[in-house]
């Protein structure tokens, strides 16, 4: 049985479920909705959920896999490995989640971003499955991109961070930005708060027609671009809260048609299906694929 964890702003998706391989989607036994309050409280609801499921069902976790909200410290060799950095949830900042959850719960814990765990997801059985390199762009709450390179997930120093990469502004929009580290970021531009700053209403309130979407197709082509030329993945995912509205595909799409100039020339870059259509698109796994990611996760720190 192995444990999962999506780790968010505002809550804590858990569950247990049995993976038969790694061609097979893991079957969720059970899961729980945890609201995210201050850390020892949702953490002690968060071991609790998991001590409970091992005693109903009398099998103890083999492992556990956690993606998380971030900045993370990922480096294996830090004292704080696995910890919570520079979060905008100043309560949770330096909070060693990995290093919690491994001693009370005597399991191995891999842990990785909300994002990148799922791009694993969606690369193992999802929109990208049997791709290698796949980007995956959450435009949400905040901006996340999640990168795999020859079927790993991609760091560095750290883990990227390219929601808060500056995107050259659709001219004439002066709207100023909103993130409270660099204004008008890909975040500060195309999130869920800074369409609700920029009109006073909810990306879902939004009428498909209204004029915001213009700036933010803008904003998120500029980013897609940038990440073909820079990466040059197989498949693009946009997922998160704002991307449920899908009338932003094609917008995106023509974007970064337009901005590549002609000058990339992929047939997965050309218009229309087998093109375009099929190279920027939704994630297979919808919701669940942060918390399927966790399970991937999972079954890879017990392999190694």
């Not at 850390?39 to 959920?49: C, G, I, M, R, S």
């Not at 991609?154 to 930005?177: A, Q, S, T, W």
């Not at 799409?253 to 990339?264: I, S």
Request: charged share 20%.
């Amino acid at each position: 049985m192995f444990g999962a964890i999506e780790a968010g702003g505002t809550k804590f998706v858990v569950a247990v479920g049995h993976i038969n391989g790694p061609d097979e989607p893991p079957r969720i036994i059970d899961r729980a909705v945890i609201p995210t309050r201050e850390p020892e409280e949702t953490l002690a609801d968060v071991l609790d959920f998991f001590r409970r499921q091992s005693e109903k069902r009398q099998e103890a976790l083999a492992a556990l896999g956690v993606a998380s909200f971030g900045p993370l410290d990922l480096d294996p060799e830090s004292p704080t490995y696995g910890a919570i950095t520079t979060t905008p949830k100043l309560a949770w900042r330096g909070f060693p989640l990995k290093k919690r959850l491994e001693a009370a719960l005597s399991v191995p814990v891999a842990i990785d971003t909300d994002v990148a765990g799922a791009a694993l997801a969606e690369a193992t059985y999802g929109a990208a499955t049997g791709e290698r390199d796949v980007v995956y762009f959450t435009v949400g709450t905040g901006v996340g991109v999640g990168v795999l390179s020859g079927g790993r997930i991609v760091h560095g120093i750290g883990h990227p961070e390219f929601g808060h990469l500056r995107v050259r502004r659709l001219p004439g929009d002066d709207f100023p930005g909103i993130c409270p580290y660099h204004g008008d970021c890909l975040e500060g531009l195309a999130s869920g708060p800074a369409i609700r700053a920029r009109t006073g209403r909810s990306a879902e309130a939004l009428s498909p027609d209204d004029p915001a979407w213009a700036a933010v197709a803008d904003a998120l082509a500029e980013a897609v671009a940038a990440v073909v030329l820079l990466l040059a993945p197989a498949k693009v995912i946009l997922g998160g809260g704002v991307m449920k509205q899908r009338h932003l595909f094609p917008r995106i799409r023509e974007g970064v048609r337009a901005k590549l100039g002609g000058y990339v020339a992929y047939p997965a870059l050309m218009p229309g299906p087998k093109g375009l259509d099929d190279y920027i698109v939704p994630p297979g796994l919808g919701d669940d694929a942060g918390l399927i990611g966790a399970f991937e996760l999972a079954r890879r720190a017990l392999a190694r």
